[in-house]
């Protein structure tokens, strides 16, 4: 293939593409109008059907937004009280257990975590098993009463 035929080829993508692009604006402008002629013919039309139409229509929307609206609001009040409930009840669980075993479970956790994770490495040839070291820092009790 010459120079002069690779420049025809790439002068009729260019004019290809160009007739596609006006072909698309075309059909989207004539689809806008389509759309704004509809539009206004429904807003002329006064007729009882269309009254009806309309009236059943901003019911259901106003039915949706209140049944959103209760259930954000009951989601609400559900969440707090499962806070309430939960800090009751871990409340009864230290008092019980005790704070420092508490404490002494969340250590002993942390280390089998850690423990896991390097077995785990091991198995998958990231790196090879090393002795459960005591974790660096401590992370906060199980005490958190957030949900």
Do not use: C, W
Request: cysteine-free; aromatic content about 4%.
């Amino acid at each position: 293939m010459n120079n002069k035929q690779l420049q025809d080829l790439v002068n009729a993508g260019i004019g290809l593409y160009k007739a596609g692009e006006e072909n698309l604006q075309g059909f989207v402008s004539t689809l806008q109008k389509s759309f704004e002629d509809l539009k206004s013919k429904g807003a002329q039309d006064s007729s009882e059907t269309a009254a009806k139409l309309r009236n059943t229509l901003d019911q259901t929307i106003k039915g949706v937004k209140d049944v959103s609206e209760k259930a954000e609001g009951n989601l609400k009040v559900v969440l707090e009280e499962a806070k309430k409930n939960y800090a009751q009840v871990f409340e009864q669980i230290k008092a019980f257990v005790g704070e420092e075993r508490i404490k002494d479970l969340n250590t002993r956790i942390d280390e089998l975590s850690q423990l896991i994770q390097q077995r785990t490495d091991s198995i998958v040839g990231k790196g090879e098993a090393k002795p459960a070291a005591k974790p660096a820092a401590k992370k906060p009790a199980a005490s958190s009463t957030n949900v």
